[in-house]
């Protein structure tokens, strides 16, 4: 099986963290990883989007065309790549920063506030990690404690002040319906 997943936002949003998070669970695991990410110049608030391929096969190419899920940050980026989420894809936005939902019919989307839900938890900065939560309960990808395991074991010492307003995070994204 192989998962085409393209994370979009603005610089700053925690983009190519979260996925160098799903790229490196996946490591664990003995899968076939891709991580790509593409960013503008701005150091802060430009465009930012990762591709993460996961794959029990090789992966001939990063380059995703038709991602198959779609974790959109905020409206500029749910407009520019919804439209070439693959048939029977899904989508998961931040709700808090897109206003409108997907019009198409032949894909799942999901929408989670999770800009408010980090704000009212006293988490700023942690939308990227309340996604990959929500990710983790939609899509079944992982387990949420191997997840979990692999996610905290790759937060360097220098960060380890953020381990716990992460596994909050983490697990109001994966209990948020």
């Known amino acids: ?18 996925g160098k998070q799903l790229a490196g669970c996946a490591m664990h695991k003995g899968r076939h990883v891709s ?6 110049p701005e150091m802060r ?6 591709s993460v391929i996961i794959s029990d096969k090789e992966i001939g190419s990063p380059i995703i065309s038709q991602p198959d899920i779609l974790i959109a940050f905020n409206y500029p980026s749910f407009l520019r790549f919804e439209p ?19 019009e198409r019919d032949d894909i799942s989307a999901h929408y989670i506030p999770a800009t408010e839900i980090a704000t009212a938890e006293g988490l ?8 990959l939560g ?6 079944r990808l ?5 997840f979990i395991g692999s996610f905290l074991s790759g937060i360097p010492a220098s960060k380890s002040a953020l381990i716990e307003g992460n596994k909050k995070a983490l697990r109001l994204g ?3 319906r």
């Open 142 to 146: 992982f387990d949420y404690d191997e």
């Open 134 to 139: 929500y990710l983790l309960y939609v899509t």
């Open 84 to 102: 070439s989420v693959s048939e029977g894809g899904l989508i998961l936005a931040n709700s808090s920063l897109i206003g409108s939902k997907s």
């Open 45 to 50: 608030g430009g465009s930012a989007s990762c």
């Open 35 to 40: 991580w790509l990410p593409s960013y503008g």
């Open 124 to 131: 700023d900065g942690s939308v990227n990690v309340i996604m």
């Open 174 to 176: 994966y209990e948020y």
């Open 1 to 18: 099986m192989t998962s085409r997943i393209l994370i979009a936002g603005f610089g700053g949003q925690g983009i190519l963290f979260a």
